[in-house]
């Protein structure tokens, strides 16, 4: 299996921050990565596909890059709907796909 | 407008059979997209159960044994899982979920249903 280690596992942030969260897989899966957020009793949302590509819908200041087995996601200027735990998860390899462990975003 | 939503018991004894359906609407299930399974236990992270294609090829998660069933029925829009021999482990609530063809992206999920097994 393809291993998924996101660091940190939490963050703090405030309002207007810009945050990066960093995802490590245990071989290289070139950009088959993907990025969610998901919210307390919500199913994940799709924010970032193939490393780099906004999902429609998704606001600008989240973005993402890397390939090979170093990956990021950036938020810019955060809003308070961002705080949320966020996954990664890849694409390139089955079964099974992986997910990161989560990083929990939490309002300082 | 794309929409899945997961259906079935929410309890299951230890030792039976989990069963559920994900009814899906706005999306043909002939699409080139994999109908995909994914769990997450209370408080924890995301684990992928499998995928199944429209013409009936599957993928299962290795770490699920041989437990694991997933069947589509395309003329009533909807797809299935079943989990058998089930234990406390299996505790969680289940995503159903839309995957990309080549990526494997999910790009649409239902919104979970929580399937807790007890006696």
């Known amino acids: 299996d393809i291993q998924m280690t996101q660091s940190p596992s939490s963050l703090s942030a405030s309002v207007g921050d810009r945050v990066t969260i960093t995802c490590r897989a245990s071989?290289?899966?070139?950009?088959?990565l993907h990025w969610y957020q998901q919210k307390p009793g919500k199913a994940p949302k799709l924010l970032i596909y193939?490393?780099?590509n906004l999902q429609s819908g998704v606001p600008s200041r989240f973005s993402g890059s890397g390939s090979g087995t170093d990956f990021t996601l950036t938020i810019n200027s955060l809003q308070p709907e961002d705080f949320a735990t966020y996954y990664c998860?890849?694409?390139?390899?089955?079964?099974?796909?992986?997910f990161g462990q989560g990083t929990k975003l939490e309002i300082k | 407008q794309v929409q899945l939503q997961e259906s079935g018991p929410g309890l299951v004894k230890p030792s039976g059979t989990l069963s559920l359906s994900c009814a899906v609407s706005?999306?043909?299930?002939?699409?080139?997209?994999?109908w995909t399974w994914v769990r997450q236990p209370p408080g924890k992270g995301l684990e992928w159960i499998g995928d199944?294609?429209?013409?009936?090829?599957?993928n299962n998660n290795p770490s699920l044994k041989s437990r694991v069933t997933i069947s589509i029925d395309k003329p009533n829009n909807r797809f299935s899982l079943k989990l058998t021999s089930v234990t406390a482990a299996d505790t969680a609530i289940y995503y159903c979920?839309?995957?990309?063809?080549?990526?494997?992206?999910?790009?649409?999920w239902g919104q979970g249903t929580l399937v807790t097994v007890s006696s």
């Open positions: 193939e490393a780099s």
């Open positions: 979920a839309r995957g990309g063809l080549g990526k494997r992206q999910f790009d649409y």
């Open positions: 071989q290289r899966i070139s950009t088959y």
């Open positions: 998860q890849q694409g390139y390899s089955a079964p099974p796909y992986t």
């Open positions: 199944i294609y429209h013409r009936g090829n599957t």
């Open positions: 706005g999306a043909s299930m002939n699409s080139t997209h994999w």
